[in-house]
Nanobody, 123 residues
Framework: VQLQASGGGLVQPGGSLRLSCTASGGTISRSSVAWFRQTPGNERRFVAAVRWRNSIADYADSVKGRFTLSRDNAKNMVYLQMDNLKPEDTALYYC?????????????????WGQGTLVTVSS
């Protein structure tokens, strides 16, 4: 499975962005999907994930109530709607797919990764 993330950009605090992740080379309809983010010098951190078994999304406390993860299995795509963005949301955002362990917040279980899309929140 190959993943292509897009939708990043520069936005003012309080603004919104929608990130997209397109999967090719295989279906992700029976896979868990997630978004992580990373800033320079720091490890990749969990943002949101949805397990394929129950389709219930989990979120990091820092984004809960502001970010929404969704998926369109027919299009083989995953989205991250980000509202009320804050400067601390600035990071490189990665989509990831796990087809073996049932998903979750640990980045190490995800076998497939997109290339990252940069989100910058600044006035």
């Amino acid at each position: 499975v190959q993943l292509q993330a897009s939708g990043g950009g520069l936005v003012q605090p309080g603004g919104s962005l929608r990130l997209s992740c397109t999967a090719s080379g295989g279906t992700i309809s029976r896979s868990s999907v997630a978004w992580f983010r990373q800033t320079p010098g720091n490890e990749r951190r969990f943002v949101a994930a949805v397990r394929w078994r129950n389709s219930i999304a989990d979120y990091a406390d820092s984004v809960k109530g502001r970010f929404t993860l969704s998926r369109d299995n027919a299009k083989n795509m995953v989205y991250l709607q980000m509202d009320n963005l804050k400067p601390e949301d600035t990071a490189l955002y990665y989509c990831a797919v796990d087809d073996r362990y049932g998903g979750g917040s640990a980045w190490g279980i995800y076998a497939y990764w997109g290339q990252g899309t940069l989100v910058t929140v600044s006035s």
